[in-house]
């Protein structure tokens, strides 16, 4: 089956410092999503990119997080600076837009101390 | 994209059917029903998806009201790997988007 990779799967990093975190999206699909996922907050949508091109990011704290497809292979998800409450799993989804589901990836779990 | 409304917790039984309920009450006609599972630590899953008709897969069977204002997801012979936390979720066309806005979902735990 075709798969999602994201990559590192697991990220600790200390506060103040750059996180980048990436993904593989299933070829040929044309749409690319990030999530966060919390135990307080549950599954938050951050950004969401149709044909490489951002479409929402209204979801994402603009001062320190970006959101980016430098090609259609690969989604890249930025924190910089890195705070302790950015503590999260993140996943990255992509699928075709108005068809069936979406396949998530295995997630980058973050934590920042 | 509409609101839904999903019991928190469910237990089951291993081998007997699970029926997992949601209410969209305010669904409009475009919006799709979708259902996703997460097992623990894993991303999200896609199960099935419908707008009015039935649906049925080798995963699950959706069953949507008439009215389209509630839908069951139907694991017909459930098994422990089926403990996750199942999420409905209404989609459908907003500002251009076709974005998923999940849920607190339910947990189900199967029984041995």
């Known amino acids: 089956d075709a798969r999602v990779t994201q990559t590192p799967r697991h990220k600790v990093t200390e506060m103040g410092q750059e996180v980048t975190m990436r993904c593989q999206p299933i070829?040929?699909?044309?749409?690319v999503f990030w999530y966060r996922q919390t135990m307080m907050q549950g599954l938050e949508l951050l950004a969401y990119f149709r044909n490489r091109a951002p479409l929402d990011d209204s979801g994402m704290p603009k001062d320190r997080f970006s959101a980016e497809m430098p090609d259609a292979t690969l989604a890249t998800l930025k924190i910089q600076p890195s705070e302790p409450r950015d503590s999260a799993v993140y996943f990255c989804?992509?699928?075709?837009?108005?068809?069936?589901?979406?396949?998530f990836g295995s997630g980058t779990r973050l934590t920042v101390v | 994209d509409a609101k839904t409304t999903q019991p928190t917790s469910m237990d089951c039984a291993e081998g007997r059917a699970a029926n997992l309920p949601c209410n969209h009450s305010?669904?409009?006609?475009?919006?799709?029903v979708y259902w996703y599972r997460q097992i623990h630590s894993q991303g999200p899953q896609y199960i099935i998806h419908?707008?009015?008709n039935n649906e049925t897969n080798e995963m699950a069977s959706l069953i949507i009201t008439e009215d389209r204002k509630s839908s069951t997801l139907i694991l017909p012979h459930a098994t422990l790997r089926d403990t996750a936390v199942y999420y409905c979720?209404?989609?459908?066309?907003?500002?251009?988007?076709?974005?998923?806005?999940f849920g607190t979902g339910t947990r189900l735990k199967v029984l041995a």
């Open positions: 419908g707008l009015k």
């Open positions: 305010t669904i409009s006609g475009n919006e799709y």
């Open positions: 070829l040929g699909h044309n749409t």
């Open positions: 989804a992509s699928g075709f837009e108005d068809r069936a589901g979406y396949t």
């Open positions: 979720i209404v989609r459908g066309l907003t500002s251009g988007t076709y974005k998923y806005i």
